[in-house]
């Protein structure tokens, strides 16, 4: 008798991590084969030659899937609800369930019965791969987090087994990069009184005196143009990293609050997002009515707030992008934003939908629509009827009451 031999899916990076999963997988937990899965969200092309590499050596069983388009519009939709967790704009925490998806799809296409991730118990990470994962009756394994591994521990036990690690590990510091951001942590960052050198950057150089203007057209929500070129959601990410980052666009320095209630320090670099999330944000100033503005700001940090749990999925988030994609069918328009002192600022809007009676606001206009500067007259006088009253209210009871002791010294 025969028994068929088990595989288990890893999402496989080639990295310290990843790379001694694989062996653990066999020895500790069993398996008899590991099938390394790497997808791509648009990390650099050394990442995956990285991942090749060691697949090999590993004589691994690998894939690599492309999911940079679905990626990238999951980063759009995330600037129609001005996204941001803390201020940063969430590239790894949207990935990752997209990443989730496409190695749970494979795991059950190659006939894996198991899978894993490299992830420690500490971060997000783990908690977002594995709340796409756990729907599936697939066997969910985190050997770094479960066999308790440190770095040191890793280190060793690769050089031990003969593991290819070495450009696996050569940075001291912890970095994931995708389309939407770079974030660097650990090592001389984690102090937060320590100043980053500017060598952890790679996407953005430090400001110039230098200044431009750039152009953002805007149809429902989606940027759709840069200075009136017309490119795709990918090809446009990838276009205003490269061109804000010149500007020093897009550092974010932070003390981040994770889900387990750690804080961290995390160092982000995001020129893309912060240019595109101002520019949307610039032109719902103009179409979107005060209160909508006001409401969608709740219902805009609910969204980020899920996508920072990894819960893009959540019924909850179909019925926020119910009212985000209603408000955003007048979202058309095009926002010039100045790149500058690394900053992207808004400094100039235009669209058809703007709320906007420029003789209405101005000062050289008598009368609107019938409404003339004499009719505020009697808005002014009940404008802030209430507060007064009360004040009023206040003060007479203030009076009538008994005056504590005058002289108090004696009486302590
Ligand atoms: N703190 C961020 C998050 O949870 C980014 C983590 C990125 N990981 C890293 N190794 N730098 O989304």
């Not at 795991?107 to 990470?125: F, L, M, P, S, Y």
Request: glycine fraction near 8%.
């Amino acid at each position: 008798m025969t028994t068929e031999s088990t595989k288990i899916a890893l999402a496989f990076s080639g990295g310290l991590d990843t790379t001694v999963c694989v062996p653990l997988l066999k020895e500790e937990y069993g398996y008899d084969e590991v099938v390394g899965i790497t997808v791509d969200v648009g990390q650099p092309e050394a990442e995956f030659d990285e991942a090749e590499e060691t697949a090999d050596a590993l004589d691994l069983e690998h894939y690599v899937i492309d999911a940079k388009a679905e990626f990238a519009n999951l980063c759009l939709d995330a600037v129609k609800a001005n996204a941001d967790y803390q201020g940063y704009p969430l590239g790894t925490a949207l990935a990752r369930p997209i990443i989730a998806e496409a190695i749970l799809e494979k795991a059950k296409e190659v006939g894996c019965t198991g899978i894993a991730h490299g992830c420690t118990g500490k971060g997000n990470d783990q908690l977002r791969f594995e709340a796409v994962w756990r729907e599936s009756d697939l066997e969910v394994i985190a050997p770094v987090r479960e066999l308790g591994l440190t770095r040191e521990w890793e280190i060793e036990y690769a050089a031990e087994k003969n593991l290819p690690v070495e450009s696996g590990n050569e940075g001291a510091w912890s970095i994931d990069t995708n389309l939407w951001s770079r974030s660097v942590e650990g090592d001389d960052l984690e102090d937060p009184s320590f100043i980053p050198s500017e060598d952890i950057y790679e996407w953005t150089t430090a400001p110039t005196g230098e200044t431009e203007l750039v152009e953002i057209t805007f149809e429902n929500g989606y940027p759709v143009a840069v200075d009136g070129e017309q490119l795709d959601a990918v090809s446009l990410i990838e276009y205003l990293n490269e061109f804000a980052g010149k500007y020093g666009i897009g550092r974010t320095d932070l003390m981040e609050d994770r889900m387990l209630g750690l804080k961290v320090r995390e160092n982000y670099e995001h020129p893309a997002a912060t240019v595109l999330l101002n520019a949307h944000e610039g032109l719902e100033q103009l179409v979107l009515t005060k209160e909508e503005r006001s409401f969608k700001t709740q219902i805009d940090n609910q969204w980020a707030e899920k996508a920072y749990e990894g819960l893009i999925n959540a019924p909850l988030v179909t019925a926020l992008e119910g009212f985000i994609n209603t408000t955003q069918e007048r979202v058309t328009g095009t926002v010039t934003v100045k790149f500058q002192g690394g900053q992207a600022r808004v400094v100039a809007r235009e669209s058809d939908f703007a709320v906007y009676s420029e003789s209405a606001a101005s000062f050289n206009t008598e009368t609107v629509d019938g409404i003339t500067q004499a009719d505020a007259t009697g808005v002014a006088k009940y404008h802030g009827f209430q507060s007064r009253l009360a004040n009023s209210i206040l003060k007479g009871a203030k009076q009538e009451a008994p005056t504590p002791m005058a002289d108090g010294g004696e009486d302590q």
